[in-house]
């Protein structure tokens, strides 16, 4: 089978690699049928990120059919049709009963995290309860939309995590809410805010293209102004500051302006990967600020009630991709969101049903 390897910084390529095979009675081979670059696929692209030459994709967002399933599974069946999702969790332990199934008790740390979805057929482990099967029979699957599609996908990752933001910050009806980050996520913290009632919803982003779906998806007002120039522009439009703070990039200036926009006793949710580590949690005392946030519970919001939305045509988060790409020309695609040049990129594989 084909499957994206990670060479350098800046180089991605397409290689024949052995099928994987069942290793364990839980896990389960599905066949690729759409996957994607993630906006945190970037740091490794971008800049190393101390990713091992010649490597795994961390390509970790996928929707395909199962092929093989273990001995211990009773939750799919071959020729289903499932959104892979990043996580792995349970089902069972204190966290995944809590809802918090990105930070699984039992499959800790990587374990609980994908890689090398980038490829033509992918082994997912921990499977019985992480999966999430997309409702129909194997002959109905041709049917859905290249739009419908656009929008199973996101549940694998972007459109889950945008709403942990917002679960994680306790938006409620009415709230005044700040997004920081324009990507994929962002945009589904958008549609997250929304959904949960936010009475103005405030982007932060500095490209036309992301200004115009934001608002297309839900956001009131968007923001180009960074620093003290971007906390003083959203005190204004709101009148004071924001009663919540999504946090979608994973930078210290990020969270940073997060912590900036909100008023005395806010919440900020952040979901951006962090690529720091001296943010001290004494500095928010004075602001009585509550902080939340994480890995995304991918299965329990999928489950619950995200992809009924996405299949009622409630919400549309497949709009955040842009472009689309085979799996040969997957380098094009990372090239393509590092440059700016789409928003996210959905990598398309051949004689997919």
Known sequence: MKTT???KAGLVTVQEVEKPKLQAEDDVIIKVVRACVCGSDLWSYGHGDNKEA???NTGHEAIGIVQEIGSAITTVKPGDFVIAPFTHGCGECDACRSGFDGTCDRHLGGSNWSNGFQSEYIRFHYANWALIKIPG????????????????????????????????ANVQRGDKVVVIGDGAVGQCAVIAAKMQGASQIILMSRHADRQKLALELGATDVIAERGEEGIEKVREILGGGADAALECVGTESAIDQALGVLHNGGRVGFVGVPHYNNRPLGSTFAQNISIAGGSASVTTYDKQFLLKEVLDGNINPGRVFTQTYDLENVNQAYQDMQDRKTIKSMISMSNSF
């Open 137 to 168: 029979q194997p002959s109905d699957y041709s049917d859905y939309t290249e739009g419908m599609l656009k929008s199973l996908l996101t549940l694998a990752d972007v459109m889950p995590t945008g709403y942990h933001a917002a679960r994680c």
């Open 54 to 56: 010649h490597s795994e």
């Open 5 to 7: 390897i990670f060479e």
